[in-house]
């Protein structure tokens, strides 16, 4: 008897844990315009397009940035993020003691944390500075069908999921998040990083799809207060 395979598991990862030295501040701790934490935004957009675990990397000012999670942010009824109705995926928070070694370690403590979840297929990475990221960005990346005003925003030949995915997202043809890592990258990957380079060599030295998103946001990422 055949049986259609099993759905692709990809976990959520926010890279939170820096300074913001040139912001000020450390980002995790920024609120938008309307009060609501950069944080827990990003933490709501991996688990609405169907992330989970969500994985969230903090260091700098750790304690506060996850109070922010425990306190429920802007939800009037106070629960923690991962018992929402509205968020369905569990949420894993990691503290990177080397943070500031810079943006490898926020990627390093998090691909650690996803190894452990042996059916995890890939992980989707965020940093927490993109605000105007949203989950039908997300959705297209991972390949789930995700509803909006925009209609459905699966893009084409991007549901073939696999262990070895390397994927992108471009805006107007510029490099930006997600990046989607499959799990046969994650220990290549860590044996790289190095500094405050992230994912980039890695990369640039290997073939990586890229998926248009611009017609879903501007994937713009915000080093400096308005």
């Not at 370690?105 to 105007?132: F, K, M, N």
Request: charged fraction near 20%; proline fraction near 7%.
């Amino acid at each position: 008897m055949f049986l259609p395979p099993s759905p692709s598991r990809v976990a959520g990862l926010v890279l939170a844990a820096g300074a913001g030295s040139r912001y000020g501040m450390p980002k995790a701790l920024v609120r938008d315009g309307a009060g609501r934490s950069w944080l827990q935004r990003a933490v709501d957009v991996l688990a609405e397009a169907g992330c989970s675990p969500v994985i969230v990397v903090l260091g700098a000012r750790g304690a506060e940035a996850a109070a922010l999670l425990d306190a429920g942010d802007d939800d009037s009824t106070g629960a923690p993020v991962w018992v929402r109705d509205r968020l369905p995926a569990s949420v894993r928070i990691v503290q990177a003691t080397d943070w500031a070694e810079g943006l490898s370690a926020s990627l390093r403590a998090g691909l650690r944390c996803a190894i452990e979840y042996p059916d995890l297929t890939a992980v989707a990475v965020i940093p927490v500075d993109v605000p105007d990221l949203n989950a039908a960005t997300v959705a297209r990346m991972v390949g789930t069908n995700f509803s909006t005003n925009f209609g459905t925003t699966a893009a084409p030949g991007a549901t073939v999921f696999s262990a070895s995915t390397l994927r992108q997202a471009r805006f107007s043809g510029r490099s930006g998040h997600p990046v989607v890592i499959g799990r046969e990258h994650w220990t290549p990957l860590l044996d790289t990083l190095a500094g405050d380079t992230g994912a980039r060599p890695y990369l640039r030295a290997h073939p990586v799809e890229h998926i248009e998103c611009g017609d879903l946001g501007t994937g713009v990422d915000v080093d400096r207060p308005n």
